[in-house]
C-alpha cells in the first residue's frame, strides 16, 4: 500500500523559512520512474504545482516560484524534502505532497498525502 | 500560454449529467488528469491521461479531450460528487505541471 505524509511547523513567521517534509512508504524513489511532488493550496484558492524531483535525482519547480524553492530527496529515509524562502502571508495554506510514476499505467499524481497546513504569520 | 482555464462554478440536478471543460494551448499535445477535492480532504485522481479511470472510481466518470479542450463527464450525478474539480496538465515544454483555476460542482 502506497502511503505520503506530510510534517512541518505548521506556523512560521513572515521572512523565514519553512521546511516540509514528505515521508512515504510503499514505493521507492530509487525505482525507475518514480517522482514525488508538492502542491499547495491557500484557502479558498485553486492547487498549486510546486515542484518535483524524479527518481535520477532530477529537480523541476515553479517557474513562479522557483528563486524561493529547494527540493531533495533522502532514498534512505523514504523522504523528500520542500524549502520554502522569505515567506510571506500569501503563502498560507495546505501543502500536499503525492506520487507520479511517469512510467506507469498511471502516469498522473495517484496517491496523495493528507495534506498539512501552514500558516505564515507574526 | 501556460494555462489552464475552467469555468467557475458548473451546478446539475441529482441524475443529470454534468459536464466540466478545461482549456489549454497546449492541450492538444499533452494529456489531461483530473481531480475532485472535498472539504478537508486531499486531492483524489478521477481521471488520466485524458480518458483512464484509475480502479475505484465509478464508472459514472469519463473524460475526452479534442483539440485545445478536455471535458470530464459525470453521467447520473449524485450529491456525493460535490466537490471541487481541477484539471492537471504538463506545461508545453514538460517542465511543469499546471493546475486550472478549479471548478465548484454543486448537485442539488
Redesign the interface.
Known amino acids: 500500500q502506497v502511503t505520503l505524509r506530510e510534517s512541518g511547523p505548521g506556523l512560521v513567521k513572515p521572512t523565514q523559512t519553512l521546511t516540509l517534509t514528505c515521508t512515504f512508504s510503499g514505493f521507492s524513489l530509487k525505482t525507475s520512474g518514480m517522482c514525488v ?1 508538492w ?1 499547495r ?1 491557500p484557502p479558498g484558492k ?4 510546486l515542484a ?1 524531483i524524479d527518481w535520477e535525482g532530477d529537480k ?4 513562479s516560484l522557483k528563486t524561493r524553492l529547494t527540493i531533495s530527496k533522502d532514498t534512505s529515509k523514504n523522504q523528500v524534502v520542500l524549502t520554502m524562502i522569505n515567506m510571506d502571508s500569501v503563502d498560507t495554506g495546505t501543502y ?1 505532497c ?1 506520487r507520479r510514476d511517469v512510467v506507469a499505467m ?5 496517491v ?4 498539512t497546513n501552514v500558516t505564515v504569520s507574526s | 500560454s ?1 494555462e489552464l482555464t475552467q469555468p467557475p462554478s458548473v451546478s446539475v440536478s441529482p441524475g443529470q449529467t454534468a459536464r466540466i471543460a478545461c482549456s489549454g494551448d497546449a492541450l492538444p499535445k499533452k ?1 489531461v ?1 483530473w ?1 475532485q ?1 472535498k472539504s478537508g480532504q ?4 478521477v481521471i ?2 485524458d480518458i ?1 479511470r ?1 480502479s475505484g472510481i465509478p464508472e459514472r466518470f469519463s473524460g475526452s479531450s479534442s483539440g485545445t479542450m478536455a471535458t470530464l463527464t459525470i453521467s447520473g450525478a449524485q450529491v456525493a460528487d460535490e466537490g471541487d474539480y ?1 484539471c ?1 496538465s504538463p506545461d508545453s515544454d514538460g ?8 471548478t465548484k460542482l454543486t448537485v442539488l
Not at chain 1, 60 to 63: A, L, R
Not at chain 1, 106 to 110: E, G, I, N, S, V
Request: proline share 7%.
Open positions: 511532488a502542491v493550496q485553486a492547487l498549486e504545482w518535483l523541476y519547480y515553479s517557474t500536499y503525492a498511471t502516469d498522473a499524481f495517484d496523495w498525502g493528507p495534506g | 501556460n494529456f488528469d481531480y477535492v486531499a486531492p483524489v485522481l488520466y491521461e483512464k484509475p481541477y492537471s517542465n511543469q505541471w499546471l493546475f486550472g483555476g478549479g
